[in-house]
Structure formats: structure tokens, C-alpha cells
């Protein structure tokens, strides 16, 4: 079953998995995901939250499906998960990535 997944990080040293998420039903101003869907952190993004993108960023062209993501996890040694991007609990599959993960 698709969820709304579209990007995962993985930090080695804490062993932290961080799921991003789209699709949100608050219109926050000043929210940076608007500019940038992916993670700031990732070496061909440091930088950009300096620069000013002119519009706002395309949304993700795939999302990954539940079975996906749980095939990553088995692949990592996970002890954090952080749940970014938009509101993660309007994922249908929220629940069950949540308990999965524990």
C-alpha cells in the first residue's frame, strides 16, 4: 500500500532514520519545505536554505509504499526514527509505520 513517503535519511553515528512526508492541511507561511522537499543535510543541499528558490518546490514525483520502506529498515541498524517533512499522522499508514518501528 502507497504511503506518503517520498524521502529517507539515514544518520550512521546515532543510527537515526529520518521518514519525510507529504501532504499537510495547515498552510503555514514561512514553512521551508515549501522551497526545499528534500533534506537540508544531504551534501547537494547544504546551502540552499541560504538561497532564496524563487516559487516553491515541485512536489515528489514517487512515493514509496509500505513494503518499500519497511525493506530499507531491514537493511539499517535503526535506534531513532524522526518523522519530518508535513504532518506524518495523515499518512493512512501512520499507525502502522509507527508500530512497526518499535
Request: with cysteine.
Amino acid at each position: 500500500m502507497l504511503t506518503n513517503v517520498y524521502h529517507i535519511t539515514y544518520a550512521l553515528e546515532p543510527k537515526e532514520v529520518v521518514l519525510f512526508f507529504w501532504g499537510c492541511n495547515m498552510n503555514c507561511r514561512g514553512y521551508y519545505r515549501k522551497k526545499n522537499i528534500y533534506s537540508l543535510m544531504l551534501k547537494e543541499n547544504i546551502g540552499v536554505r541560504n538561497d532564496e528558490p524563487n516559487g516553491f518546490a515541485r512536489p515528489p514525483e514517487r512515493f514509496l509504499d509500505f513494503e518499500e520502506v519497511m525493506q530499507i529498515f531491514e537493511t539499517l541498524e535503526v535506534k531513532y526514527v524522526v518523522m519530518e517533512s508535513v504532518e506524518p499522522s495523515l499518512n493512512p499508514l501512520y499507525p502502522q509505520l509507527t508500530e512497526a518501528q518499535e
